[in-house]
């Protein structure tokens, strides 16, 4: 059912935790089908030096909020907001269709995380975050 890369992610997860004081903080999910994730980055430069994630969910849930961070630390802010839940599903081999949201959910947070930084900032939201999951996940994932 799962790829051997989505066990190895789940069962090893990278980047878990939260950070103090973090410049961005991104939470998504929808308590009625039980996953629910929460990113935090630092952000320096408008390079994102250190992110952490807290996920409650399925293995999918965890295993894609590991890659997603790993996409992205590193990255510049402009680079990370094009994240794609299919880049994160190519990476980790795959996804069972019912798990398919797991992937949908971990691009929301990173874009989330990035709209919350901008917010913070005063600086003027990007086109590419303008239409993006901010975290009002009940209007989004209506199950």
Do not use: W
């Not at 190895?8 to 629910?36: L, Q, R, T």
């Not at 839940?85 to 398919?100: R, S, W």
């Amino acid at each position: 059912m799962y790829t051997e890369k989505v066990m190895e992610e789940f069962s090893n997860p990278k980047n878990v935790g939260e950070i103090e004081n973090a410049d961005a903080v991104g939470e998504v999910g929808n308590a009625v089908c039980g996953d629910i994730m929460k990113i935090y980055m630092k952000i320096d430069n408008d390079i994102i030096t250190d992110i952490k994630f807290k996920t409650f969910g399925c293995g999918a849930a965890i295993a894609t909020s590991s890659m997603a961070t790993q996409l992205v630390i590193g990255k510049s802010i402009y680079d990370a907001m094009k994240l794609t839940n299919k880049e994160v599903m190519d990476k980790l081999g795959g996804l069972p269709p019912q798990k398919i949201h797991c992937s949908v959910l971990a691009e929301e947070a990173i874009a989330a995380a990035l709209t919350n930084y901008f917010e913070k900032n005063g600086r003027e939201l990007p086109e590419e975050l303008k239409g993006k999951c901010a975290g009002n996940c009940e209007a989004c994932h209506k199950h």
